[in-house]
C-alpha cells in the first residue's frame, strides 16, 4: 500500500514538472514595465519590473499577459514583452490575432514579425511580413481595395499598389518605395493637412523614420524618430538636445497633459497631437529620455481602449485651425 502511495506521488511529481518545463515564458523590453492588478491602465500599480526580465506568462487577455515574477502575480502590457518559443527562438513583441496554442495549451498571439528590427526594409515589396506591411494594408482597404490585413506582402497587396501608382502617374512596380509612400494617401505637399490616421496617416510616418515635432503653441522645433505603433505612432527624441527642448516646451516637467503639434515629414505637414511623458518601451538610449511619448493624427486611437482620445482629437482641431500661423512662418 504504501509502495502504491509512493508510485502515485513520483508519478504526480513528474507530470507537474513536465507542465512546468512547457511554461511560457518572455522577456521584459520595456526600460521599466509596469505591473498591475488587473488588464487595464484603469488598474492599480503593483510595481515594476526591470528590463530583460523573466516572466512566467499564465494568460493573454486582449493585449495584456498575466504573468508571475518574484513570487507575484499581476498584469503588464503585451507590448513591450517578447515571448520565449519552446524551441528557443525569440519572437517578436505583440504580434496581431488571430492567436496560436502552446505546447502547454495557453494561448498566445501569432509570433510572425519583428516590429522593432533596427534592418526592417524601408521599401515594401512582395515577399515581406511585418506591421508596416499591415499599416499600408490598412490604408488601402480604406481607400476601397480588397485586401486581407494580415501583414504579409502578397500578389492582393501587390495589385492593389500597382492600381494606386497607375493613378498617381508613377511608375506600376507594385513597390513602394520613397515616392509612393510620399504620395499615397492623398497628399499635399506644402500645406497642412487634417490627415485620417487610416486613410494615409499610419503610411505617411512610417516606422523607423525621422520627423520634425513644431510646438504649436511656442514655436519651438525638436526631431523625433518613430519606433512603432499601431493605433497611433510610438516615437522618441532624436538626441538629448531634442530632449532638452521638448522639456523647455513644457516649463521643465513631464506631465501626461495633450499639446497641439504640426508634424514635419518627408515634406508634409500634418496637424496632430502629443503627450508629454516618457513611458515603457524604449529604443534610443543616449537621448536622456527614458521611454517613448505618443503622437496622434486625425481618428487615431489609444493603443489600450482602441477608441478615439477626446483630448487628442480636440488637439489635432486644434493644429488643424491653427495652420495660418504655420503658413505665417
Not at 6 to 21: K, N
Not at 92 to 109: C, I, K, M, N, Y
Request: hydrophobic residues 35%; negative net charge.
Amino acid at each position: 500500500m504504501r509502495r502504491g502511495v509512493m508510485c502515485v506521488v513520483v508519478m504526480l511529481c513528474a507530470t507537474l514538472c513536465a507542465f512546468s518545463a512547457q511554461a511560457e515564458t518572455g522577456t521584459v523590453t520595456a526600460s521599466a514595465l509596469v505591473l498591475r492588478e488587473g488588464p487595464g491602465v484603469e488598474f492599480a500599480m503593483l510595481g515594476e519590473i526591470p528590463q530583460n526580465a523573466k516572466l512566467e506568462l499564465l494568460t493573454y487577455d486582449n493585449g495584456w499577459y498575466a504573468i508571475r515574477y518574484g513570487g507575484q502575480e499581476g498584469y503588464v502590457y503585451a507590448r513591450y514583452v517578447r515571448v520565449d518559443l519552446p524551441t528557443g527562438e525569440i519572437a517578436p513583441t505583440f504580434p496581431p490575432e488571430p492567436e496560436r496554442v502552446t505546447q502547454s495549451g495557453l494561448s498566445l498571439p501569432v509570433l510572425t514579425f519583428e516590429e522593432n528590427n533596427p534592418n526592417f526594409p524601408q521599401v515594401l515589396k512582395p515577399g515581406d511580413m511585418g506591421n508596416s506591411v499591415i499599416d499600408l494594408q490598412v490604408t488601402l482597404k480604406s481607400m476601397g481595395y480588397d485586401v486581407d490585413t494580415d501583414g504579409q506582402y502578397g500578389y492582393n497587396t501587390q495589385a492593389a499598389v500597382m492600381k494606386v501608382q497607375r493613378a498617381l502617374g508613377l511608375d506600376a512596380d507594385g513597390i513602394v518605395g520613397p515616392m509612393t509612400r510620399k504620395m499615397i494617401g492623398n497628399e499635399s505637399p506644402g500645406q497642412m493637412e487634417l490627415l485620417d490616421w487610416w486613410l494615409g496617416g499610419n503610411v505617411a510616418y512610417a516606422r523607423l523614420t525621422e520627423a520634425t515635432v513644431v510646438d504649436v503653441r511656442t514655436g519651438k522645433r525638436f526631431a523625433v524618430f518613430r519606433y512603432g505603433g499601431d493605433n497611433h505612432c510610438d516615437v522618441e527624441p532624436l538626441t538629448s538636445k531634442d530632449t532638452q527642448t521638448f522639456l523647455s516646451i513644457l516649463g521643465g516637467e513631464w506631465t501626461w497633459e495633450r499639446r497641439p503639434i504640426w508634424l514635419e515629414v518627408n515634406g508634409r505637414v500634418i496637424a496632430a497631437s502629443m503627450n508629454c511623458m516618457p513611458h515603457e518601451g524604449q529604443h534610443i538610449w543616449d537621448n536622456n529620455f527614458d521611454g517613448h511619448f505618443c503622437i496622434h493624427f486625425f481618428n487615431s486611437r489609444t493603443h489600450e481602449t482602441d477608441r478615439v482620445d477626446e483630448e487628442h482629437a480636440a488637439y489635432v482641431q486644434e493644429a488643424w485651425n491653427s495652420r495660418p500661423s504655420y503658413s505665417a512662418r
